[in-house]
């Protein structure tokens, strides 16, 4: 059963401090997205990429947050220097991306809970 | 894309049937209607989609009206494990992809 795998499951650190959180899409998907989760905010969409290149990253703050994919197993997502208000459950999503058809289903990580004090 | 009304909470008793409803009056000609849930401290997990026929699949039907200004998510024998947020979003295919989440409802079953 093809699943998304995201590390680690849960991080608390210290603000100002490096945080970096990995997704391994669904293996044969071309599409992988980033989105974050708060009580306030609900799901948000931060950033998402087509076979590796970011297609659109505006949902995300530019001056601390990036997103990459090393390669086409790894999505990453950091945040450089982390901020209370950073706190959330981010989630990776990976799908085979529309051509045009209706076959367009996201399939969710179970997420990472970051807590930044 | 198209934004959608969904009550903020319904209750239902195990075993019978779950009719969520989804209001998207400003649906366009080309957005499907997408329906996805969330169980608690769990990723958003895809239930249906449809343009405008009725679809049905293990886990649910859609029924979207002649006009496809509403629509209604049916799960035919609520079970406990059907506890969740449900997401209600219209949007284009092939378009940008992007699935916009609103608050959804909470569906809660009863023993």
């Known amino acids: 059963d093809a699943r998304v795998t995201q590390t680690p499951r849960h991080k608390v650190t210290e603000m100002g401090q490096e945080v970096t959180m990995r997704c391994q899409p669904i293996?044969?998907?071309?599409?992988v997205f980033w989105y974050r989760q708060t009580m306030m905010q609900g799901l948000e969409l931060l950033a998402y990429?087509?076979?590796?290149?970011?297609?659109?990253d505006s949902g995300m703050p530019k001056d601390r947050f990036s997103a990459e994919m090393p390669d086409a197993t790894l999505a990453t997502l950091k945040i450089q220097p982390s901020e209370p208000r950073d706190s959330a459950v981010y989630f990776c999503?990976?799908?085979?991306?529309?051509?045009?058809?209706?076959?367009?289903?996201?399939?969710f990580g179970p997420g990472t809970r970051l807590t930044v004090l | 894309d198209a934004k959608t009304t969904q009550p903020p909470s319904m209750d239902c008793a195990e075993g019978r049937a779950a009719n969520l409803p989804c209001n998207h009056s400003?649906?366009?000609?080309?957005?499907?209607v997408y329906w996805y849930r969330q169980i608690h401290s769990q990723g958003p997990q895809y239930i249906i989609h449809?343009?405008?026929n009725n679809e049905t699949n293990e886990m649910a039907s859609l029924i979207i009206t002649e006009d496809r200004k509403s629509s209604t998510l049916i799960l035919p024998h609520a079970t406990l494990r059907d506890t969740a947020v449900y997401y209600c979003i219209v949007r284009v295919a092939g378009g940008s992809e992007k699935l916009v989440f609103g608050k959804g409802m909470k569906l809660t079953v009863n023993p």
């Open positions: 449809g343009l405008k």
């Open positions: 400003t649906i366009s000609g080309n957005e499907y």
């Open positions: 990429f087509r076979n590796r290149a970011p297609l659109d």
């Open positions: 999503a990976s799908g085979l991306g529309s051509t045009g058809t209706r076959t367009d289903t996201q399939y």
């Open positions: 293996l044969g998907h071309n599409t």
